[in-house]
């Protein structure tokens, strides 16, 4: 099963901006999608970005224009920068790998990310 560890949370001011990234593990295939969910207290995780291994991406509409998701030179990493970033993006952030005819879908262990007003 594919491994995924994610990096780069942490605490920032509103307007500041972070960078997170997940490298996959555990797997000798290219990965094709790779996403970023987040998951606020009492709330849904939600999809917040996505991107396949031909570089198609995907926001949700509270982040667009703020965020870039993109693929790293490393093999099967993938980076979130947040830039702008507001109160209410602050969540639990969790790297996604969705299922494929080679691999199991597989979560990673989430990394905080706290922004103060």
């Known amino acids: 099963q594919v491994q995924l560890v994610e990096s780069g949370g942490g605490l920032v001011q509103a307007g500041g901006s972070l960078r997170l990234t997940c490298a996959a593990s555990?797997?000798?295939?290219?990965?094709?999608?790779m996403a970023w969910y987040r998951q606020a207290p009492g709330k849904q995780r939600e999809l917040v970005a996505l991107?396949?291994?031909?570089?198609?991406?995907t926001y949700d509409a509270s982040v667009k224009g703020r965020f870039t998701i993109s693929r790293g030179n490393a093999k099967n990493t993938v980076h979130l920068q947040m830039n702008s970033l507001k109160p209410e993006d602050t969540a639990v952030y969790y790297c996604?790998?969705?299922?494929?005819?080679?691999?199991?879908?597989?979560w990673g262990q989430g990394t905080q990310v706290t922004v103060s007003s």
């Open positions: 991107i396949t291994s031909g570089g198609a991406t």
């Open positions: 555990r797997t000798v295939f290219s990965i094709n999608v």
């Open positions: 996604y790998v969705p299922s494929s005819s080679a691999y199991s879908a597989s």
